[in-house]
């Protein structure tokens, strides 16, 4: 049996494991487009705080020494581009024949399309290599910054760049913060009163920015505010490159049932590109969790996925936040 994981994150790895675990004898392939083993994604956002660095045994999830044991081959730059029947194409021009294959590629971070979002001082956060080139631009010491969304993400990465004494507004489109959560009006506006009296920090609900220009960014209302950084932190949308190319049922993401298999019977999908009941996985614990069926079944288990979205979760800023 041929397992091929096209991905490189935590779903991809836990999809291995489960795979290992299942079948003893099976050979199995983790094929990532990052330089990078198997990582804790929600880090990120805290090694752009001063003064942090990369803490081997609890950025990486699983040593190489583990998955030589396990006899798990993993390959990293190796980005994997299409499905061509039971083969996968990589970047590199390599084919991979497989008996099943589990996509786990993750999601991109999401970039509207707002006027100079394509300038030299506009990021995402979305991998270790985009991390790198943030960084630095921080470790230039630079005054001021704007944070695109206020979600989790980019209230993290704004605590990260308050550490460095760095001015930060924050542009939440929505009305008020975490809109799409059990948080009351109420409760949501005495959050944004408490954060607005951190030095330094000032999160604008409801309004969009209109324009990035080189040294600043122009809101809605036509408020310049300057920005030597901009990072956009406005969500993420499955990467479907793989599916498409297959030919299986997308959605949002790719359609998978209860087994998280997908429409072919030899392809399964799990992580942030997979879609359940309407749902995509968006958080670390339900990609792990996806990833346990999915391998499992890829190496010929029947195991039952039972989806338990987690709850948002952030504590930072003075704050504790766990919301449905």
Do not use: W
């Not at 944070?147 to 009305?175: K, W």
């Not at 409801?206 to 990072?231: H, M, N, Q, R």
């Amino acid at each position: 049996m041929d397992i091929v994981i096209a991905g490189g994150g935590p779903a991809a790895l836990e999809c291995a494991i489960a795979a290992r675990k299942y079948d003893p004898e099976a050979k199995i392939a983790i094929y990532s487009g990052e330089s990078l083993l198997p990582y804790r994604r929600p880090a990120l956002s805290g090694l752009l705080a001063a003064g942090k660095t990369v803490e081997e045994k609890s950025f990486f999830i699983k040593t190489p020494e583990f998955l030589a044991a396990e006899n798990i081959a993993f390959h990293p730059d190796s980005r994997a581009v299409a499905v061509n029947g039971k083969v996968l194409e990589l970047a590199s021009g390599q084919t991979i024949a497989f008996d099943r294959l589990i996509i786990a590629c993750g999601s991109n971070a999401v970039m509207p399309p707002i006027p100079g979002n394509g300038n030299k001082n506009v990021f995402t956060l979305r991998s270790y290599s985009d991390m790198l080139k943030i960084r630095e631009i921080l470790d230039k010491g630079i005054k001021n910054a704007v944070v695109i969304g206020g979600g989790v993400l980019g209230l993290e990465i704004a605590e990260s760049l308050l550490s460095r004494q760095i001015a930060v507004n924050v542009f939440e489109a929505a009305p008020r913060l975490f809109a799409n959560t059990s948080l009351s009006d109420g409760d949501a506006g005495a959050l944004l009163g408490r954060l607005n009296s951190i030095p330094l920090l000032k999160i604008i609900c409801g309004k969009s920015v209109k324009a990035i220009l080189p040294d600043s960014v122009e809101s809605a209302d036509g408020t310049v505010y300057p920005a030597e950084i901009v990072i956009f932190a406005a969500g993420s949308r499955p990467d479907l490159t793989l599916a498409q190319s297959a030919g299986v049922k997308c959605n949002r993401g790719i359609v998978v049932d209860e087994y998280m298999r997908s429409s072919r019977e030899d392809i399964l999908a799990a992580g942030d590109s997979a879609e359940f009941n309407g749902r995509c996985f968006n958080l670390y614990m339900d990609a792990v969790a996806g990833g346990k069926v999915a391998g499992t079944n890829a190496a010929g288990g029947n195991m039952l996925f039972t989806a338990k979205f987690s709850p948002v979760r952030f504590f930072g800023l003075g704050e504790k936040l766990v919301l449905d």
